[in-house]
Each structure stands twice: as structure tokens, then as C-alpha cells.
């Protein structure tokens, strides 16, 4: 059978459509839900260090504003299509609304891959962005953020040239910037941490002690790492990652059965994701092909690379030892998956609830540059889980009392408020 090829807008708009039937929605407030409210695609000039120039294609994408000033990350990936922004950008209003923070969804990308651009072609890279497009961004409007393959130094880059352009300072422009810079301290942190948090609740409901689970993690970057680090932190044993590899072009599963030394597999790992496979074997690791991540007989199982990686084909292989799909990803399981995890009796934690908490923290941080006065790190994870908490706990709560799946209670929860802020301002 051939693989299907799945588009990550149709798959985020059958999601929305599912619910918004389910919800009986307004016909006109659901055909403004299902699609964006606006879309930028440009091209950016970059002059190469050879002297040549090259042109990148790249999206900036908002969704829906009606809950606060859109806000989502900028990602730089080679295979980075319209339809990709466009679901990365529904899911965040979503996302936003399902913490309750008073922020819409955006999304931003760059048809590039970094790992083949020096550092000068990524700031000349991320400068053009903003110069084409600083009319449309700013603290009130749009918020960009760092997402796939961007990083703390790329948002710097593109706020001092925002600042260039206005003549002023605007730090809430843009979040993930470093600390010091008007970056909150926890944020490289956050997405990961606030999966964890999220499981940590889900872990107690469902009366599994942390420090008895296992997981298998796809992706080591941002998210993954900082999950991983977490989640053994609380005691739990990872047993395999999997990573995507530049120099050979594919993705390798590191596994160790007594379980990762997640600080020492940071230590060996690129400033994209990538762990050295040399030094993981000499380290004493086996390495497997990448999906191996996925067949391994642990309890928790953590997609947080890209999305549609579990798939109606990929999932007979999923362990029967696999009790719950943690989605630290955005997108990473396809639709017509939901009923067949569940047919094989595990329990979803929904990507937009799980990885919300590097949207939270982002508008920490804008919380932040507009006060000028920034919380130590405790303070900023101990409100980051209390938002987490009390998210998955109406998340947790509506699924239960109404017997359907987390993902889809996420959804009512955030249509609803989307919803009723699109009735307030009279927009439908
Ligand atoms: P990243 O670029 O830091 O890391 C991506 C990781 O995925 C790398 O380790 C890379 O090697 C790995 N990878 C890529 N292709 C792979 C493949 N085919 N098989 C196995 N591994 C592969 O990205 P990130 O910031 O960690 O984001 C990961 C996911 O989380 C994305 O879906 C992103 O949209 C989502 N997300 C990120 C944030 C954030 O704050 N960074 C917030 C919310 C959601």
C-alpha cells in the first residue's frame, strides 16, 4: 500500500470541522475559523558570501486576531510549504485560546535550510524577513518567536532590525530572544517542560508513578531535549531517541536500555538537533534506523520532531506496551489515526495543550519587556506549570465527563473562546 501523503492544512481543518459540527457553529463564524484571516507570501533577496544573491521564498500567515495580537514562530525549513504555515497558524490560535492567554495565531516560514547558509547569510536571512514585512509585525499586532531550525540569535537579528526600521525599542516584538536581551529566563525550556508538566498530570490520573514509566522520544532539539531532561529529572527512564542526521541525510534511533543520559546526549549534539552518531556508539549506544523510535516497548511515546509521523501505517507498529502519545510536536499525528490509538487503548495528549508552554512563556516574556522588570526563573516555571496544570485539568475533565478523546476536548474548549471573542466584536 502506498504511503498517503497527508497536507497538514486539510488535516488541521478536518480537525476544526469535526468540532465545529459537533458544536453546531455558526455557519459564518465557521467559515472565517477554517481558513486565515490573512497571508503574506514574499520572497527575500539574500546576498550569498560568494557575492552571488539568492532568493528564499518564505509565509507569513495569521490566522485569527480576535482574542489579542497574533502570535507563532518563524521556521526555517526546506520543505516549508503555504499549507504547512497555514495549519502551524490555526493550531496556535488554538493553542493560545486553550491556555487561556490573551494572544491569536500566527505563523511565520522560510523555505531555506540553515545548516547550508554561514552565519552572515542566516543574519542577512533574517534581517530581509523583517524588512519586507515590519509593517505587519509589531508587540500589537504580530509576535514571531523562534519555531523549527530558529534560534534566540535569529529573533535578535530581527528585532534590531525592526527597531532599525521604527527607530525605537520594542521588545515585545518578537519572543525568544536571549536573556539579557529582553529574552525571560525558563523560555528554552518551556515547550519542553510544559509537555512534561502536562504528563505529570496525565500520569497521576491515570495512577502511573512517574519513576516507572518509560519513553521513546522523536527529535532532540529544543522541545525534545529539554523534555527528555525533565521527564528524567522526575525519575522517568528514556529509552531511545531518534534525530535526524545532516551529513548521511537521515534520521538515526540512539537507544540504551538502561536509559539515556540525557545531559551527555545534549553534549554531543549540534546546534540543530542532530546527535553525532560516532561518539553516541562509542558512548555505548545502539543505533537503529530513524523510526525505530517508534517500535519501541515503552509506556510513553513522545513525537516532537515534525509533524504526520504516526500514521495509519504507522501505527501497528506502536508497542502494545505504548499507553499514552504525548504530541510535543506540532501536527504529529494524522487524523485518521485518532480512533485507531484509541481503538488500541491509548490515551492522546493533544499537541496544541501539550507544547503550549513555549507560547506561554513567550507571552511571559512580553508580560516582561512591557513591565521592563524580569521574574527569576523559579517564578516563571512555577507560573508556566500552573497554567499548564489548569489547562490539562478543564482539557482532562471535558474529555471524561463527556467520554471523548483530549483532542477533541481541547478543541471545543478553544472554539468556544475563539468563538465567543469573534461574537463580542461583532465580526459574525
Ligand atoms: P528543533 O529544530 O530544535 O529540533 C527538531 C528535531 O527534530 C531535531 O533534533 C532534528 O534532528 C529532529 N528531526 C528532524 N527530522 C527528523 C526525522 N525525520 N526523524 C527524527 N528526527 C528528526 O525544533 P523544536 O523547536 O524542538 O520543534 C520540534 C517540534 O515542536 C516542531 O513540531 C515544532 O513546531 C514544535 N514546537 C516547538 C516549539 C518551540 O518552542 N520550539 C513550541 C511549540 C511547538
Same mark, same amino acid.
Given at each position: ?203 497521576? @490520573? ?56 540525557? @545531559? ?165
Amino acid at each position: 500500500m502506498a504511503a498517503a501523503v497527508y497536507n497538514p492544512f486539510e488535516n488541521a481543518q478536518e480537525q476544526f470541522d469535526k468540532v465545529a459540527a459537533l458544536l453546531e457553529l455558526d455557519s459564518g463564524i465557521r467559515e472565517l475559523l477554517r481558513q486565515p484571516m490573512q497571508e503574506i507570501h514574499f520572497t527575500i533577496p539574500v546576498k550569498m558570501d560568494d557575492g552571488s544573491t539568492k532568493v528564499f521564498k518564505a509565509y507569513r500567515i495569521r490566522h485569527n486576531d480576535a482574542r489579542g495580537p497574533a502570535k507563532g514562530g518563524i521556521r526555517f525549513h526546506p520543505h516549508e510549504t503555504a499549507d504547512t504555515v497555514r495549519a502551524l497558524s490555526m493550531w496556535m490560535t488554538w493553542k493560545c485560546a486553550v491556555v487561556d492567554i490573551p494572544l491569536g495565531g500566527g505563523k511565520g516560514g522560510v523555505v531555506c535550510d540553515p545548516h547550508n547558509l554561514s552565519e552572515t547569510e542566516q543574519e542577512r536571512l533574517c534581517r530581509g524577513y523583517v524588512r519586507q514585512l515590519f509593517a505587519q509585525l509589531g508587540p500589537n499586532r504580530d509576535v514571531a518567536a523562534p519555531d523549527v531550525m530558529t534560534n534566540a540569535q535569529h529573533m535578535l537579528w530581527m528585532l534590531d532590525e525592526y527597531e532599525t526600521i521604527t527607530g525605537g525599542r520594542y521588545p515585545g516584538m518578537i519572543t525568544g530572544k536571549p536573556v539579557g536581551m529582553g529574552g525571560s529566563l525558563g523560555r528554552t525550556e518551556a515547550t519542553g517542560y510544559g509537555v512534561i508538566y502536562v504528563l505529570k498530570n496525565l500520569l497521576s @490520573e491515570m495512577n502511573m508513578p512517574v519513576e516507572s514509566t518509560t519513553a521513546s522520544i522523536q527529535g532532540f532539539g529544543n522541545v525534545a531535549e529539554h523534555a527528555a531532561s525533565l521527564y528524567s529529572q522526575l525519575g522517568g527512564t528514556v529509552i531511545a531517541v531518534s534525530c535526524w542526521n545532516q551529513a548521511d541525510a537521515k534520521a538515526y534511533t540512539f537507544r540504551k536500555k538502561t536509559g539515556c543520559d540525557i @545531559e551527555q546526549l545534549a553534549g554531543i549534539k549540534d546546534a540543530f538537533g542532530s546527535i553525532d552518531k560516532d561518539k553516541a556508539l562509542a558512548l555505548g549506544y545502539e543505533v537503529f534506523p530513524g523510526e525505530e523510535w517508534l517500535k519501541q516497548d515503552v509506556d510513553i511515546i513522545i513525537p516532537a520532531a515534525l509533524e504526520n509521523q504516526i500514521t495509519p501505517m504507522a501505527c501497528p507498529v506502536i508497542s502494545p506496551s505504548v499507553k499514552i502519545i504525548c504530541e510535543a510536536a506540532n501536527g504529529p499525528t494524522t487524523p485518521d489515526c485518532d480512533e485507531l490509538i484509541r481503538k488500541q487503548g491509548i490515551v492522546l495528549l493533544p499537541d496544541f495543550l501539550c507544547n503550549a508552554g513555549g507560547v506561554t512563556c513567550s507571552y511571559f516574556e512580553q508580560v516582561q519587556c512591557g513591565m521592563n522588570y524580569f521574574w527569576d526563573k523559579e517564578e516563571v516555571f512555577e507560573k508556566l506549570e500552573n497554567s499548564m496544570t489548569k489547562a490539562f485539568s478543564a482539557v482532562y475533565e471535558l474529555s471524561v465527563e463527556k467520554n471523548i478523546g483530549m483532542r477533541d476536548a481541547a478543541y471545543i474548549i478553544a472554539i468556544n473562546r475563539v468563538a465567543d471573542a469573534v461574537k463580542l466584536r461583532g465580526w459574525a
